[in-house]
């Protein structure tokens, strides 16, 4: 089952200069990016996207974080990707996200941590958790002509 979704390298990952690490990740695994652009969040488009979280006490702290610079937005396409994605990005919290994943590789800091210094978990990445997620968030922050269909050449497991 070929599905899309939505990834955002957040303001840490870009700041930090692990874009193209972590754009790597998704490469090797054969997945193919359909959508890839930079944005800076307002605060609108972060009640948008977050719309789940907006009632949240860590609300405030996600939309400083998220609105504090830049992300690269992605759409991500593949065989069961919405399963896959979070696969390769590992669970919220650094802390705990195993090694090999992009949040237990590349970050260390938990979510007690975040919380008592009234900040967001800095976690590098968002990825949509559902089929459903995937479908709305791609339409929160793509229009259909900035998606792209090709076919890659370039290794074995691609897909076509
Ligand atoms: P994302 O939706 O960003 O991929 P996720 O699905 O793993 O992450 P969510 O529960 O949807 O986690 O939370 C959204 C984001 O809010 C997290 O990625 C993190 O940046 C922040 N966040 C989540 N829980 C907390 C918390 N307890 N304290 C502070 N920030 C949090
Ligand atoms: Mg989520």
Known sequence: MIQQTLVLIKPDGVQRG??????QRFEDVGLKMVGM???????????????????KTFYKSLEEFITCGPVVALVIEGVQAVEVVRKIVGPTEPR???PGTIRGDFAHMGA??????????????HASGTAEEAEKEINIWFDRIEMHSYNVVYQIHSMG
Do not use: Q
Not at 18 to 23: E, K, P, Q, Y
């Open 96 to 98: 705990t996200a195993p």
């Open 18 to 23: 692990l874009v193209g690490r972590i754009i």
């Open 37 to 55: 652009k930079m944005v800076w969040v307002d605060t609108e488009k972060s009640k948008t996207h977050y719309s789940d979280h907006v009632t």
């Open 112 to 125: 007690s941590f975040s919380n008592k210094r009234g900040i967001a978990v800095k976690n590098l990445i």
